[in-house]
């Protein structure tokens, strides 16, 4: 007799959302198969900046963003751009973006995703616990100001955050500190956040997934979702279906193409990023970042992983070296003792966002399967909280109240009232 509640679930997509959904839910005795087109981090979740940054992570509409993308249309080189190929889901998600981009809505996102944050540290610590051989780090990070930039923007931003309840206490200093070079005139220090090496971290993850009994299948991908014989059905071009009793779509930025027949309308945008790595003299030791280009990086491997640019283009977007290139000039002033010479690793990704910065986790309108996305800027430092979550919400059958403002079969176009505590 069929079991009330999942035993066997398929998550499709082996990003760190996925990953994380797959692993929570080993912790409710799934019995759980991963699909992924490509495989472990093909999408976004591979080449980006790792940071976990919770005091931070906060909705991507807001008053000055929008001001600063009107202003990106109009120079060439700009870190934030709109490709010419331009669609109708695009429209509709500029659409959405810009009447969501006010102080009261960011606050009312602010709210919305502060118990996500809340449990963002602990549902990392959870994996590691749980033998997941990661090493994420605790730091400081370090931000740059240049002689005529302001903090004032920064710091409104964190002293929301903290009224929210977020760790993250800050202290701002001036003088040169390496590696910022002596353009960079005052440097914000945020306390407490963590940091990590994606690709290792998704590995170790994966790792985990597979020892506890999880299959991970490369190459799988998926066409549909819906009700076969004995529960729901994974179709896959050129494979075997794949039976199941609850699936969860992890898709990343390609999340619409499964989830839209299911219901979900709210539109996902690819905003796409760069990175590499380039040598550096002295090891660099914590994360930093430059508001004024948009430029975060992280020691890595005894590198520096340099990464920026946010280009609003369709998923497919090739690898553009110009606009890597764009990164590195922007920095070459800011940053001491990197050799420009040695670059490595480009690497180019697209981060899954929504018009109103939220993600979308929960149900769709077929009984059994869920999203897990959306989380544009910031998936890395919510996978682990997403998954542990979604998974008790999948696995208990009881809604986590958490996830409300996340409802995938919301309408997306404004943040809802309703969420402001
Ligand atoms: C330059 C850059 C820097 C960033 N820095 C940070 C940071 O410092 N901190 C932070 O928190 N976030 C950061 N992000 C954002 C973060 O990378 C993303 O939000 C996150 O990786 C999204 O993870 P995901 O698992 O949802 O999607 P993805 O990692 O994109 O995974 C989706 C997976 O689904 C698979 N897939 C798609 N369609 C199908 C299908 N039909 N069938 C089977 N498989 C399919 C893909 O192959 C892919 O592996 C950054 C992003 C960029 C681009």
Not at 277 to 301: D, F
Not at 337 to 349: E, L, N, Q, Y
Not at 379 to 406: C, D, H, N, S
Request: proline fraction near 7%.
């Amino acid at each position: 007799m069929k079991s009330a509640l999942p035993q066997r679930v398929v998550v499709v997509g082996a990003g760190a959302v996925g990953l994380s959904c797959a692993w929570f839910l080993q912790e409710h005795g799934a019995d759980v198969t991963v699909l992924d087109r490509s495989g472990v981090g093909a999408g976004a979740s591979w080449g980006n900046a790792g940071y976990v940054i919770p005091a931070m992570a906060a909705p991507l509409p807001e008053p000055a963003m929008l001001r600063a993308g009107v202003r990106g249309l109009l120079t060439p080189g700009s870190p934030l751009a709109v490709s010419p190929r331009v669609s109708a889901a695009t429209l509709a998600f500029l659409a959405g973006f810009t009447r969501n981009s006010t102080g009261a809505r960011w606050r009312r996102g602010m709210s919305a995703l502060a118990p996500l944050g809340h449990g963002t540290i602990r549902a990392f610590d959870d994996l590691i616990a749980g033998g997941v051989t990661a090493d994420v780090r605790e730091e400081t990070l370090r931000i740059g100001f240049t002689a005529g930039e302001s903090t004032a923007g920064l710091e409104h931003e964190l002293n929301a955050a903290r009224d929210l309840g977020q760790q993250g206490g800050y202290r701002t200093t001036a003088g040169h500190e390496a590696p910022f070079s002596h353009h960079v005139k005052q440097i914000v220090h945020v306390e407490g956040q963590r940091f990590l090496a994606p690709g290792p971290f998704l590995d170790a993850l994966a790792d985990s997934v597979r020892k506890r009994g999880g299959e991970i299948v490369d190459g799988a991908q998926v066409r549909s979702v819906g009700f076969g014989p004995g529960g729901l059905q994974v179709d896959t071009w050129g494979g075997a279906p794949h039976r199941a009793d609850a699936v969860v779509l992890a898709t990343g930025t390609w999340l619409p193409e499964l989830a839209r027949p299911l219901g979900v309308r709210v539109p996902v945008q690819s905003g796409h990023g760069y990175s590499c790595t380039v040598a550096v003299e002295e090891p660099v030791t914590s994360a930093v970042y430059l508001p004024g280009v948009r430029v975060a990086m992280t020691p890595y491997g005894g590198r520096l992983r340099v990464t920026g640019i946010m280009e609003i283009a369709p998923p497919d977007q090739p690898f553009d070296h110009r606009r890597l290139d764009t990164v590195l000039r922007s920095i070459h002033p800011l940053i001491d003792g990197a050799d420009w010479d040695d670059v490595r690793d480009p690497w180019i990704g697209a981060r899954p966002l929504t018009p109103d910065g939220l993600p979308l986790i929960g149900r769709t309108k077929l009984d059994g399967v869920h999203v897990a996305g959306g989380h544009g800027m910031y998936g890395m430092t919510y996978a682990p909280v997403t998954g542990k979550l979604l998974a008790e919400q999948i696995m208990t059958g009881t809604g986590r109240r958490e996830l409300t403002p996340f409802d995938p079969l919301r309408s997306a176009q404004v943040v809802s009232r309703k969420f402001v505590r």
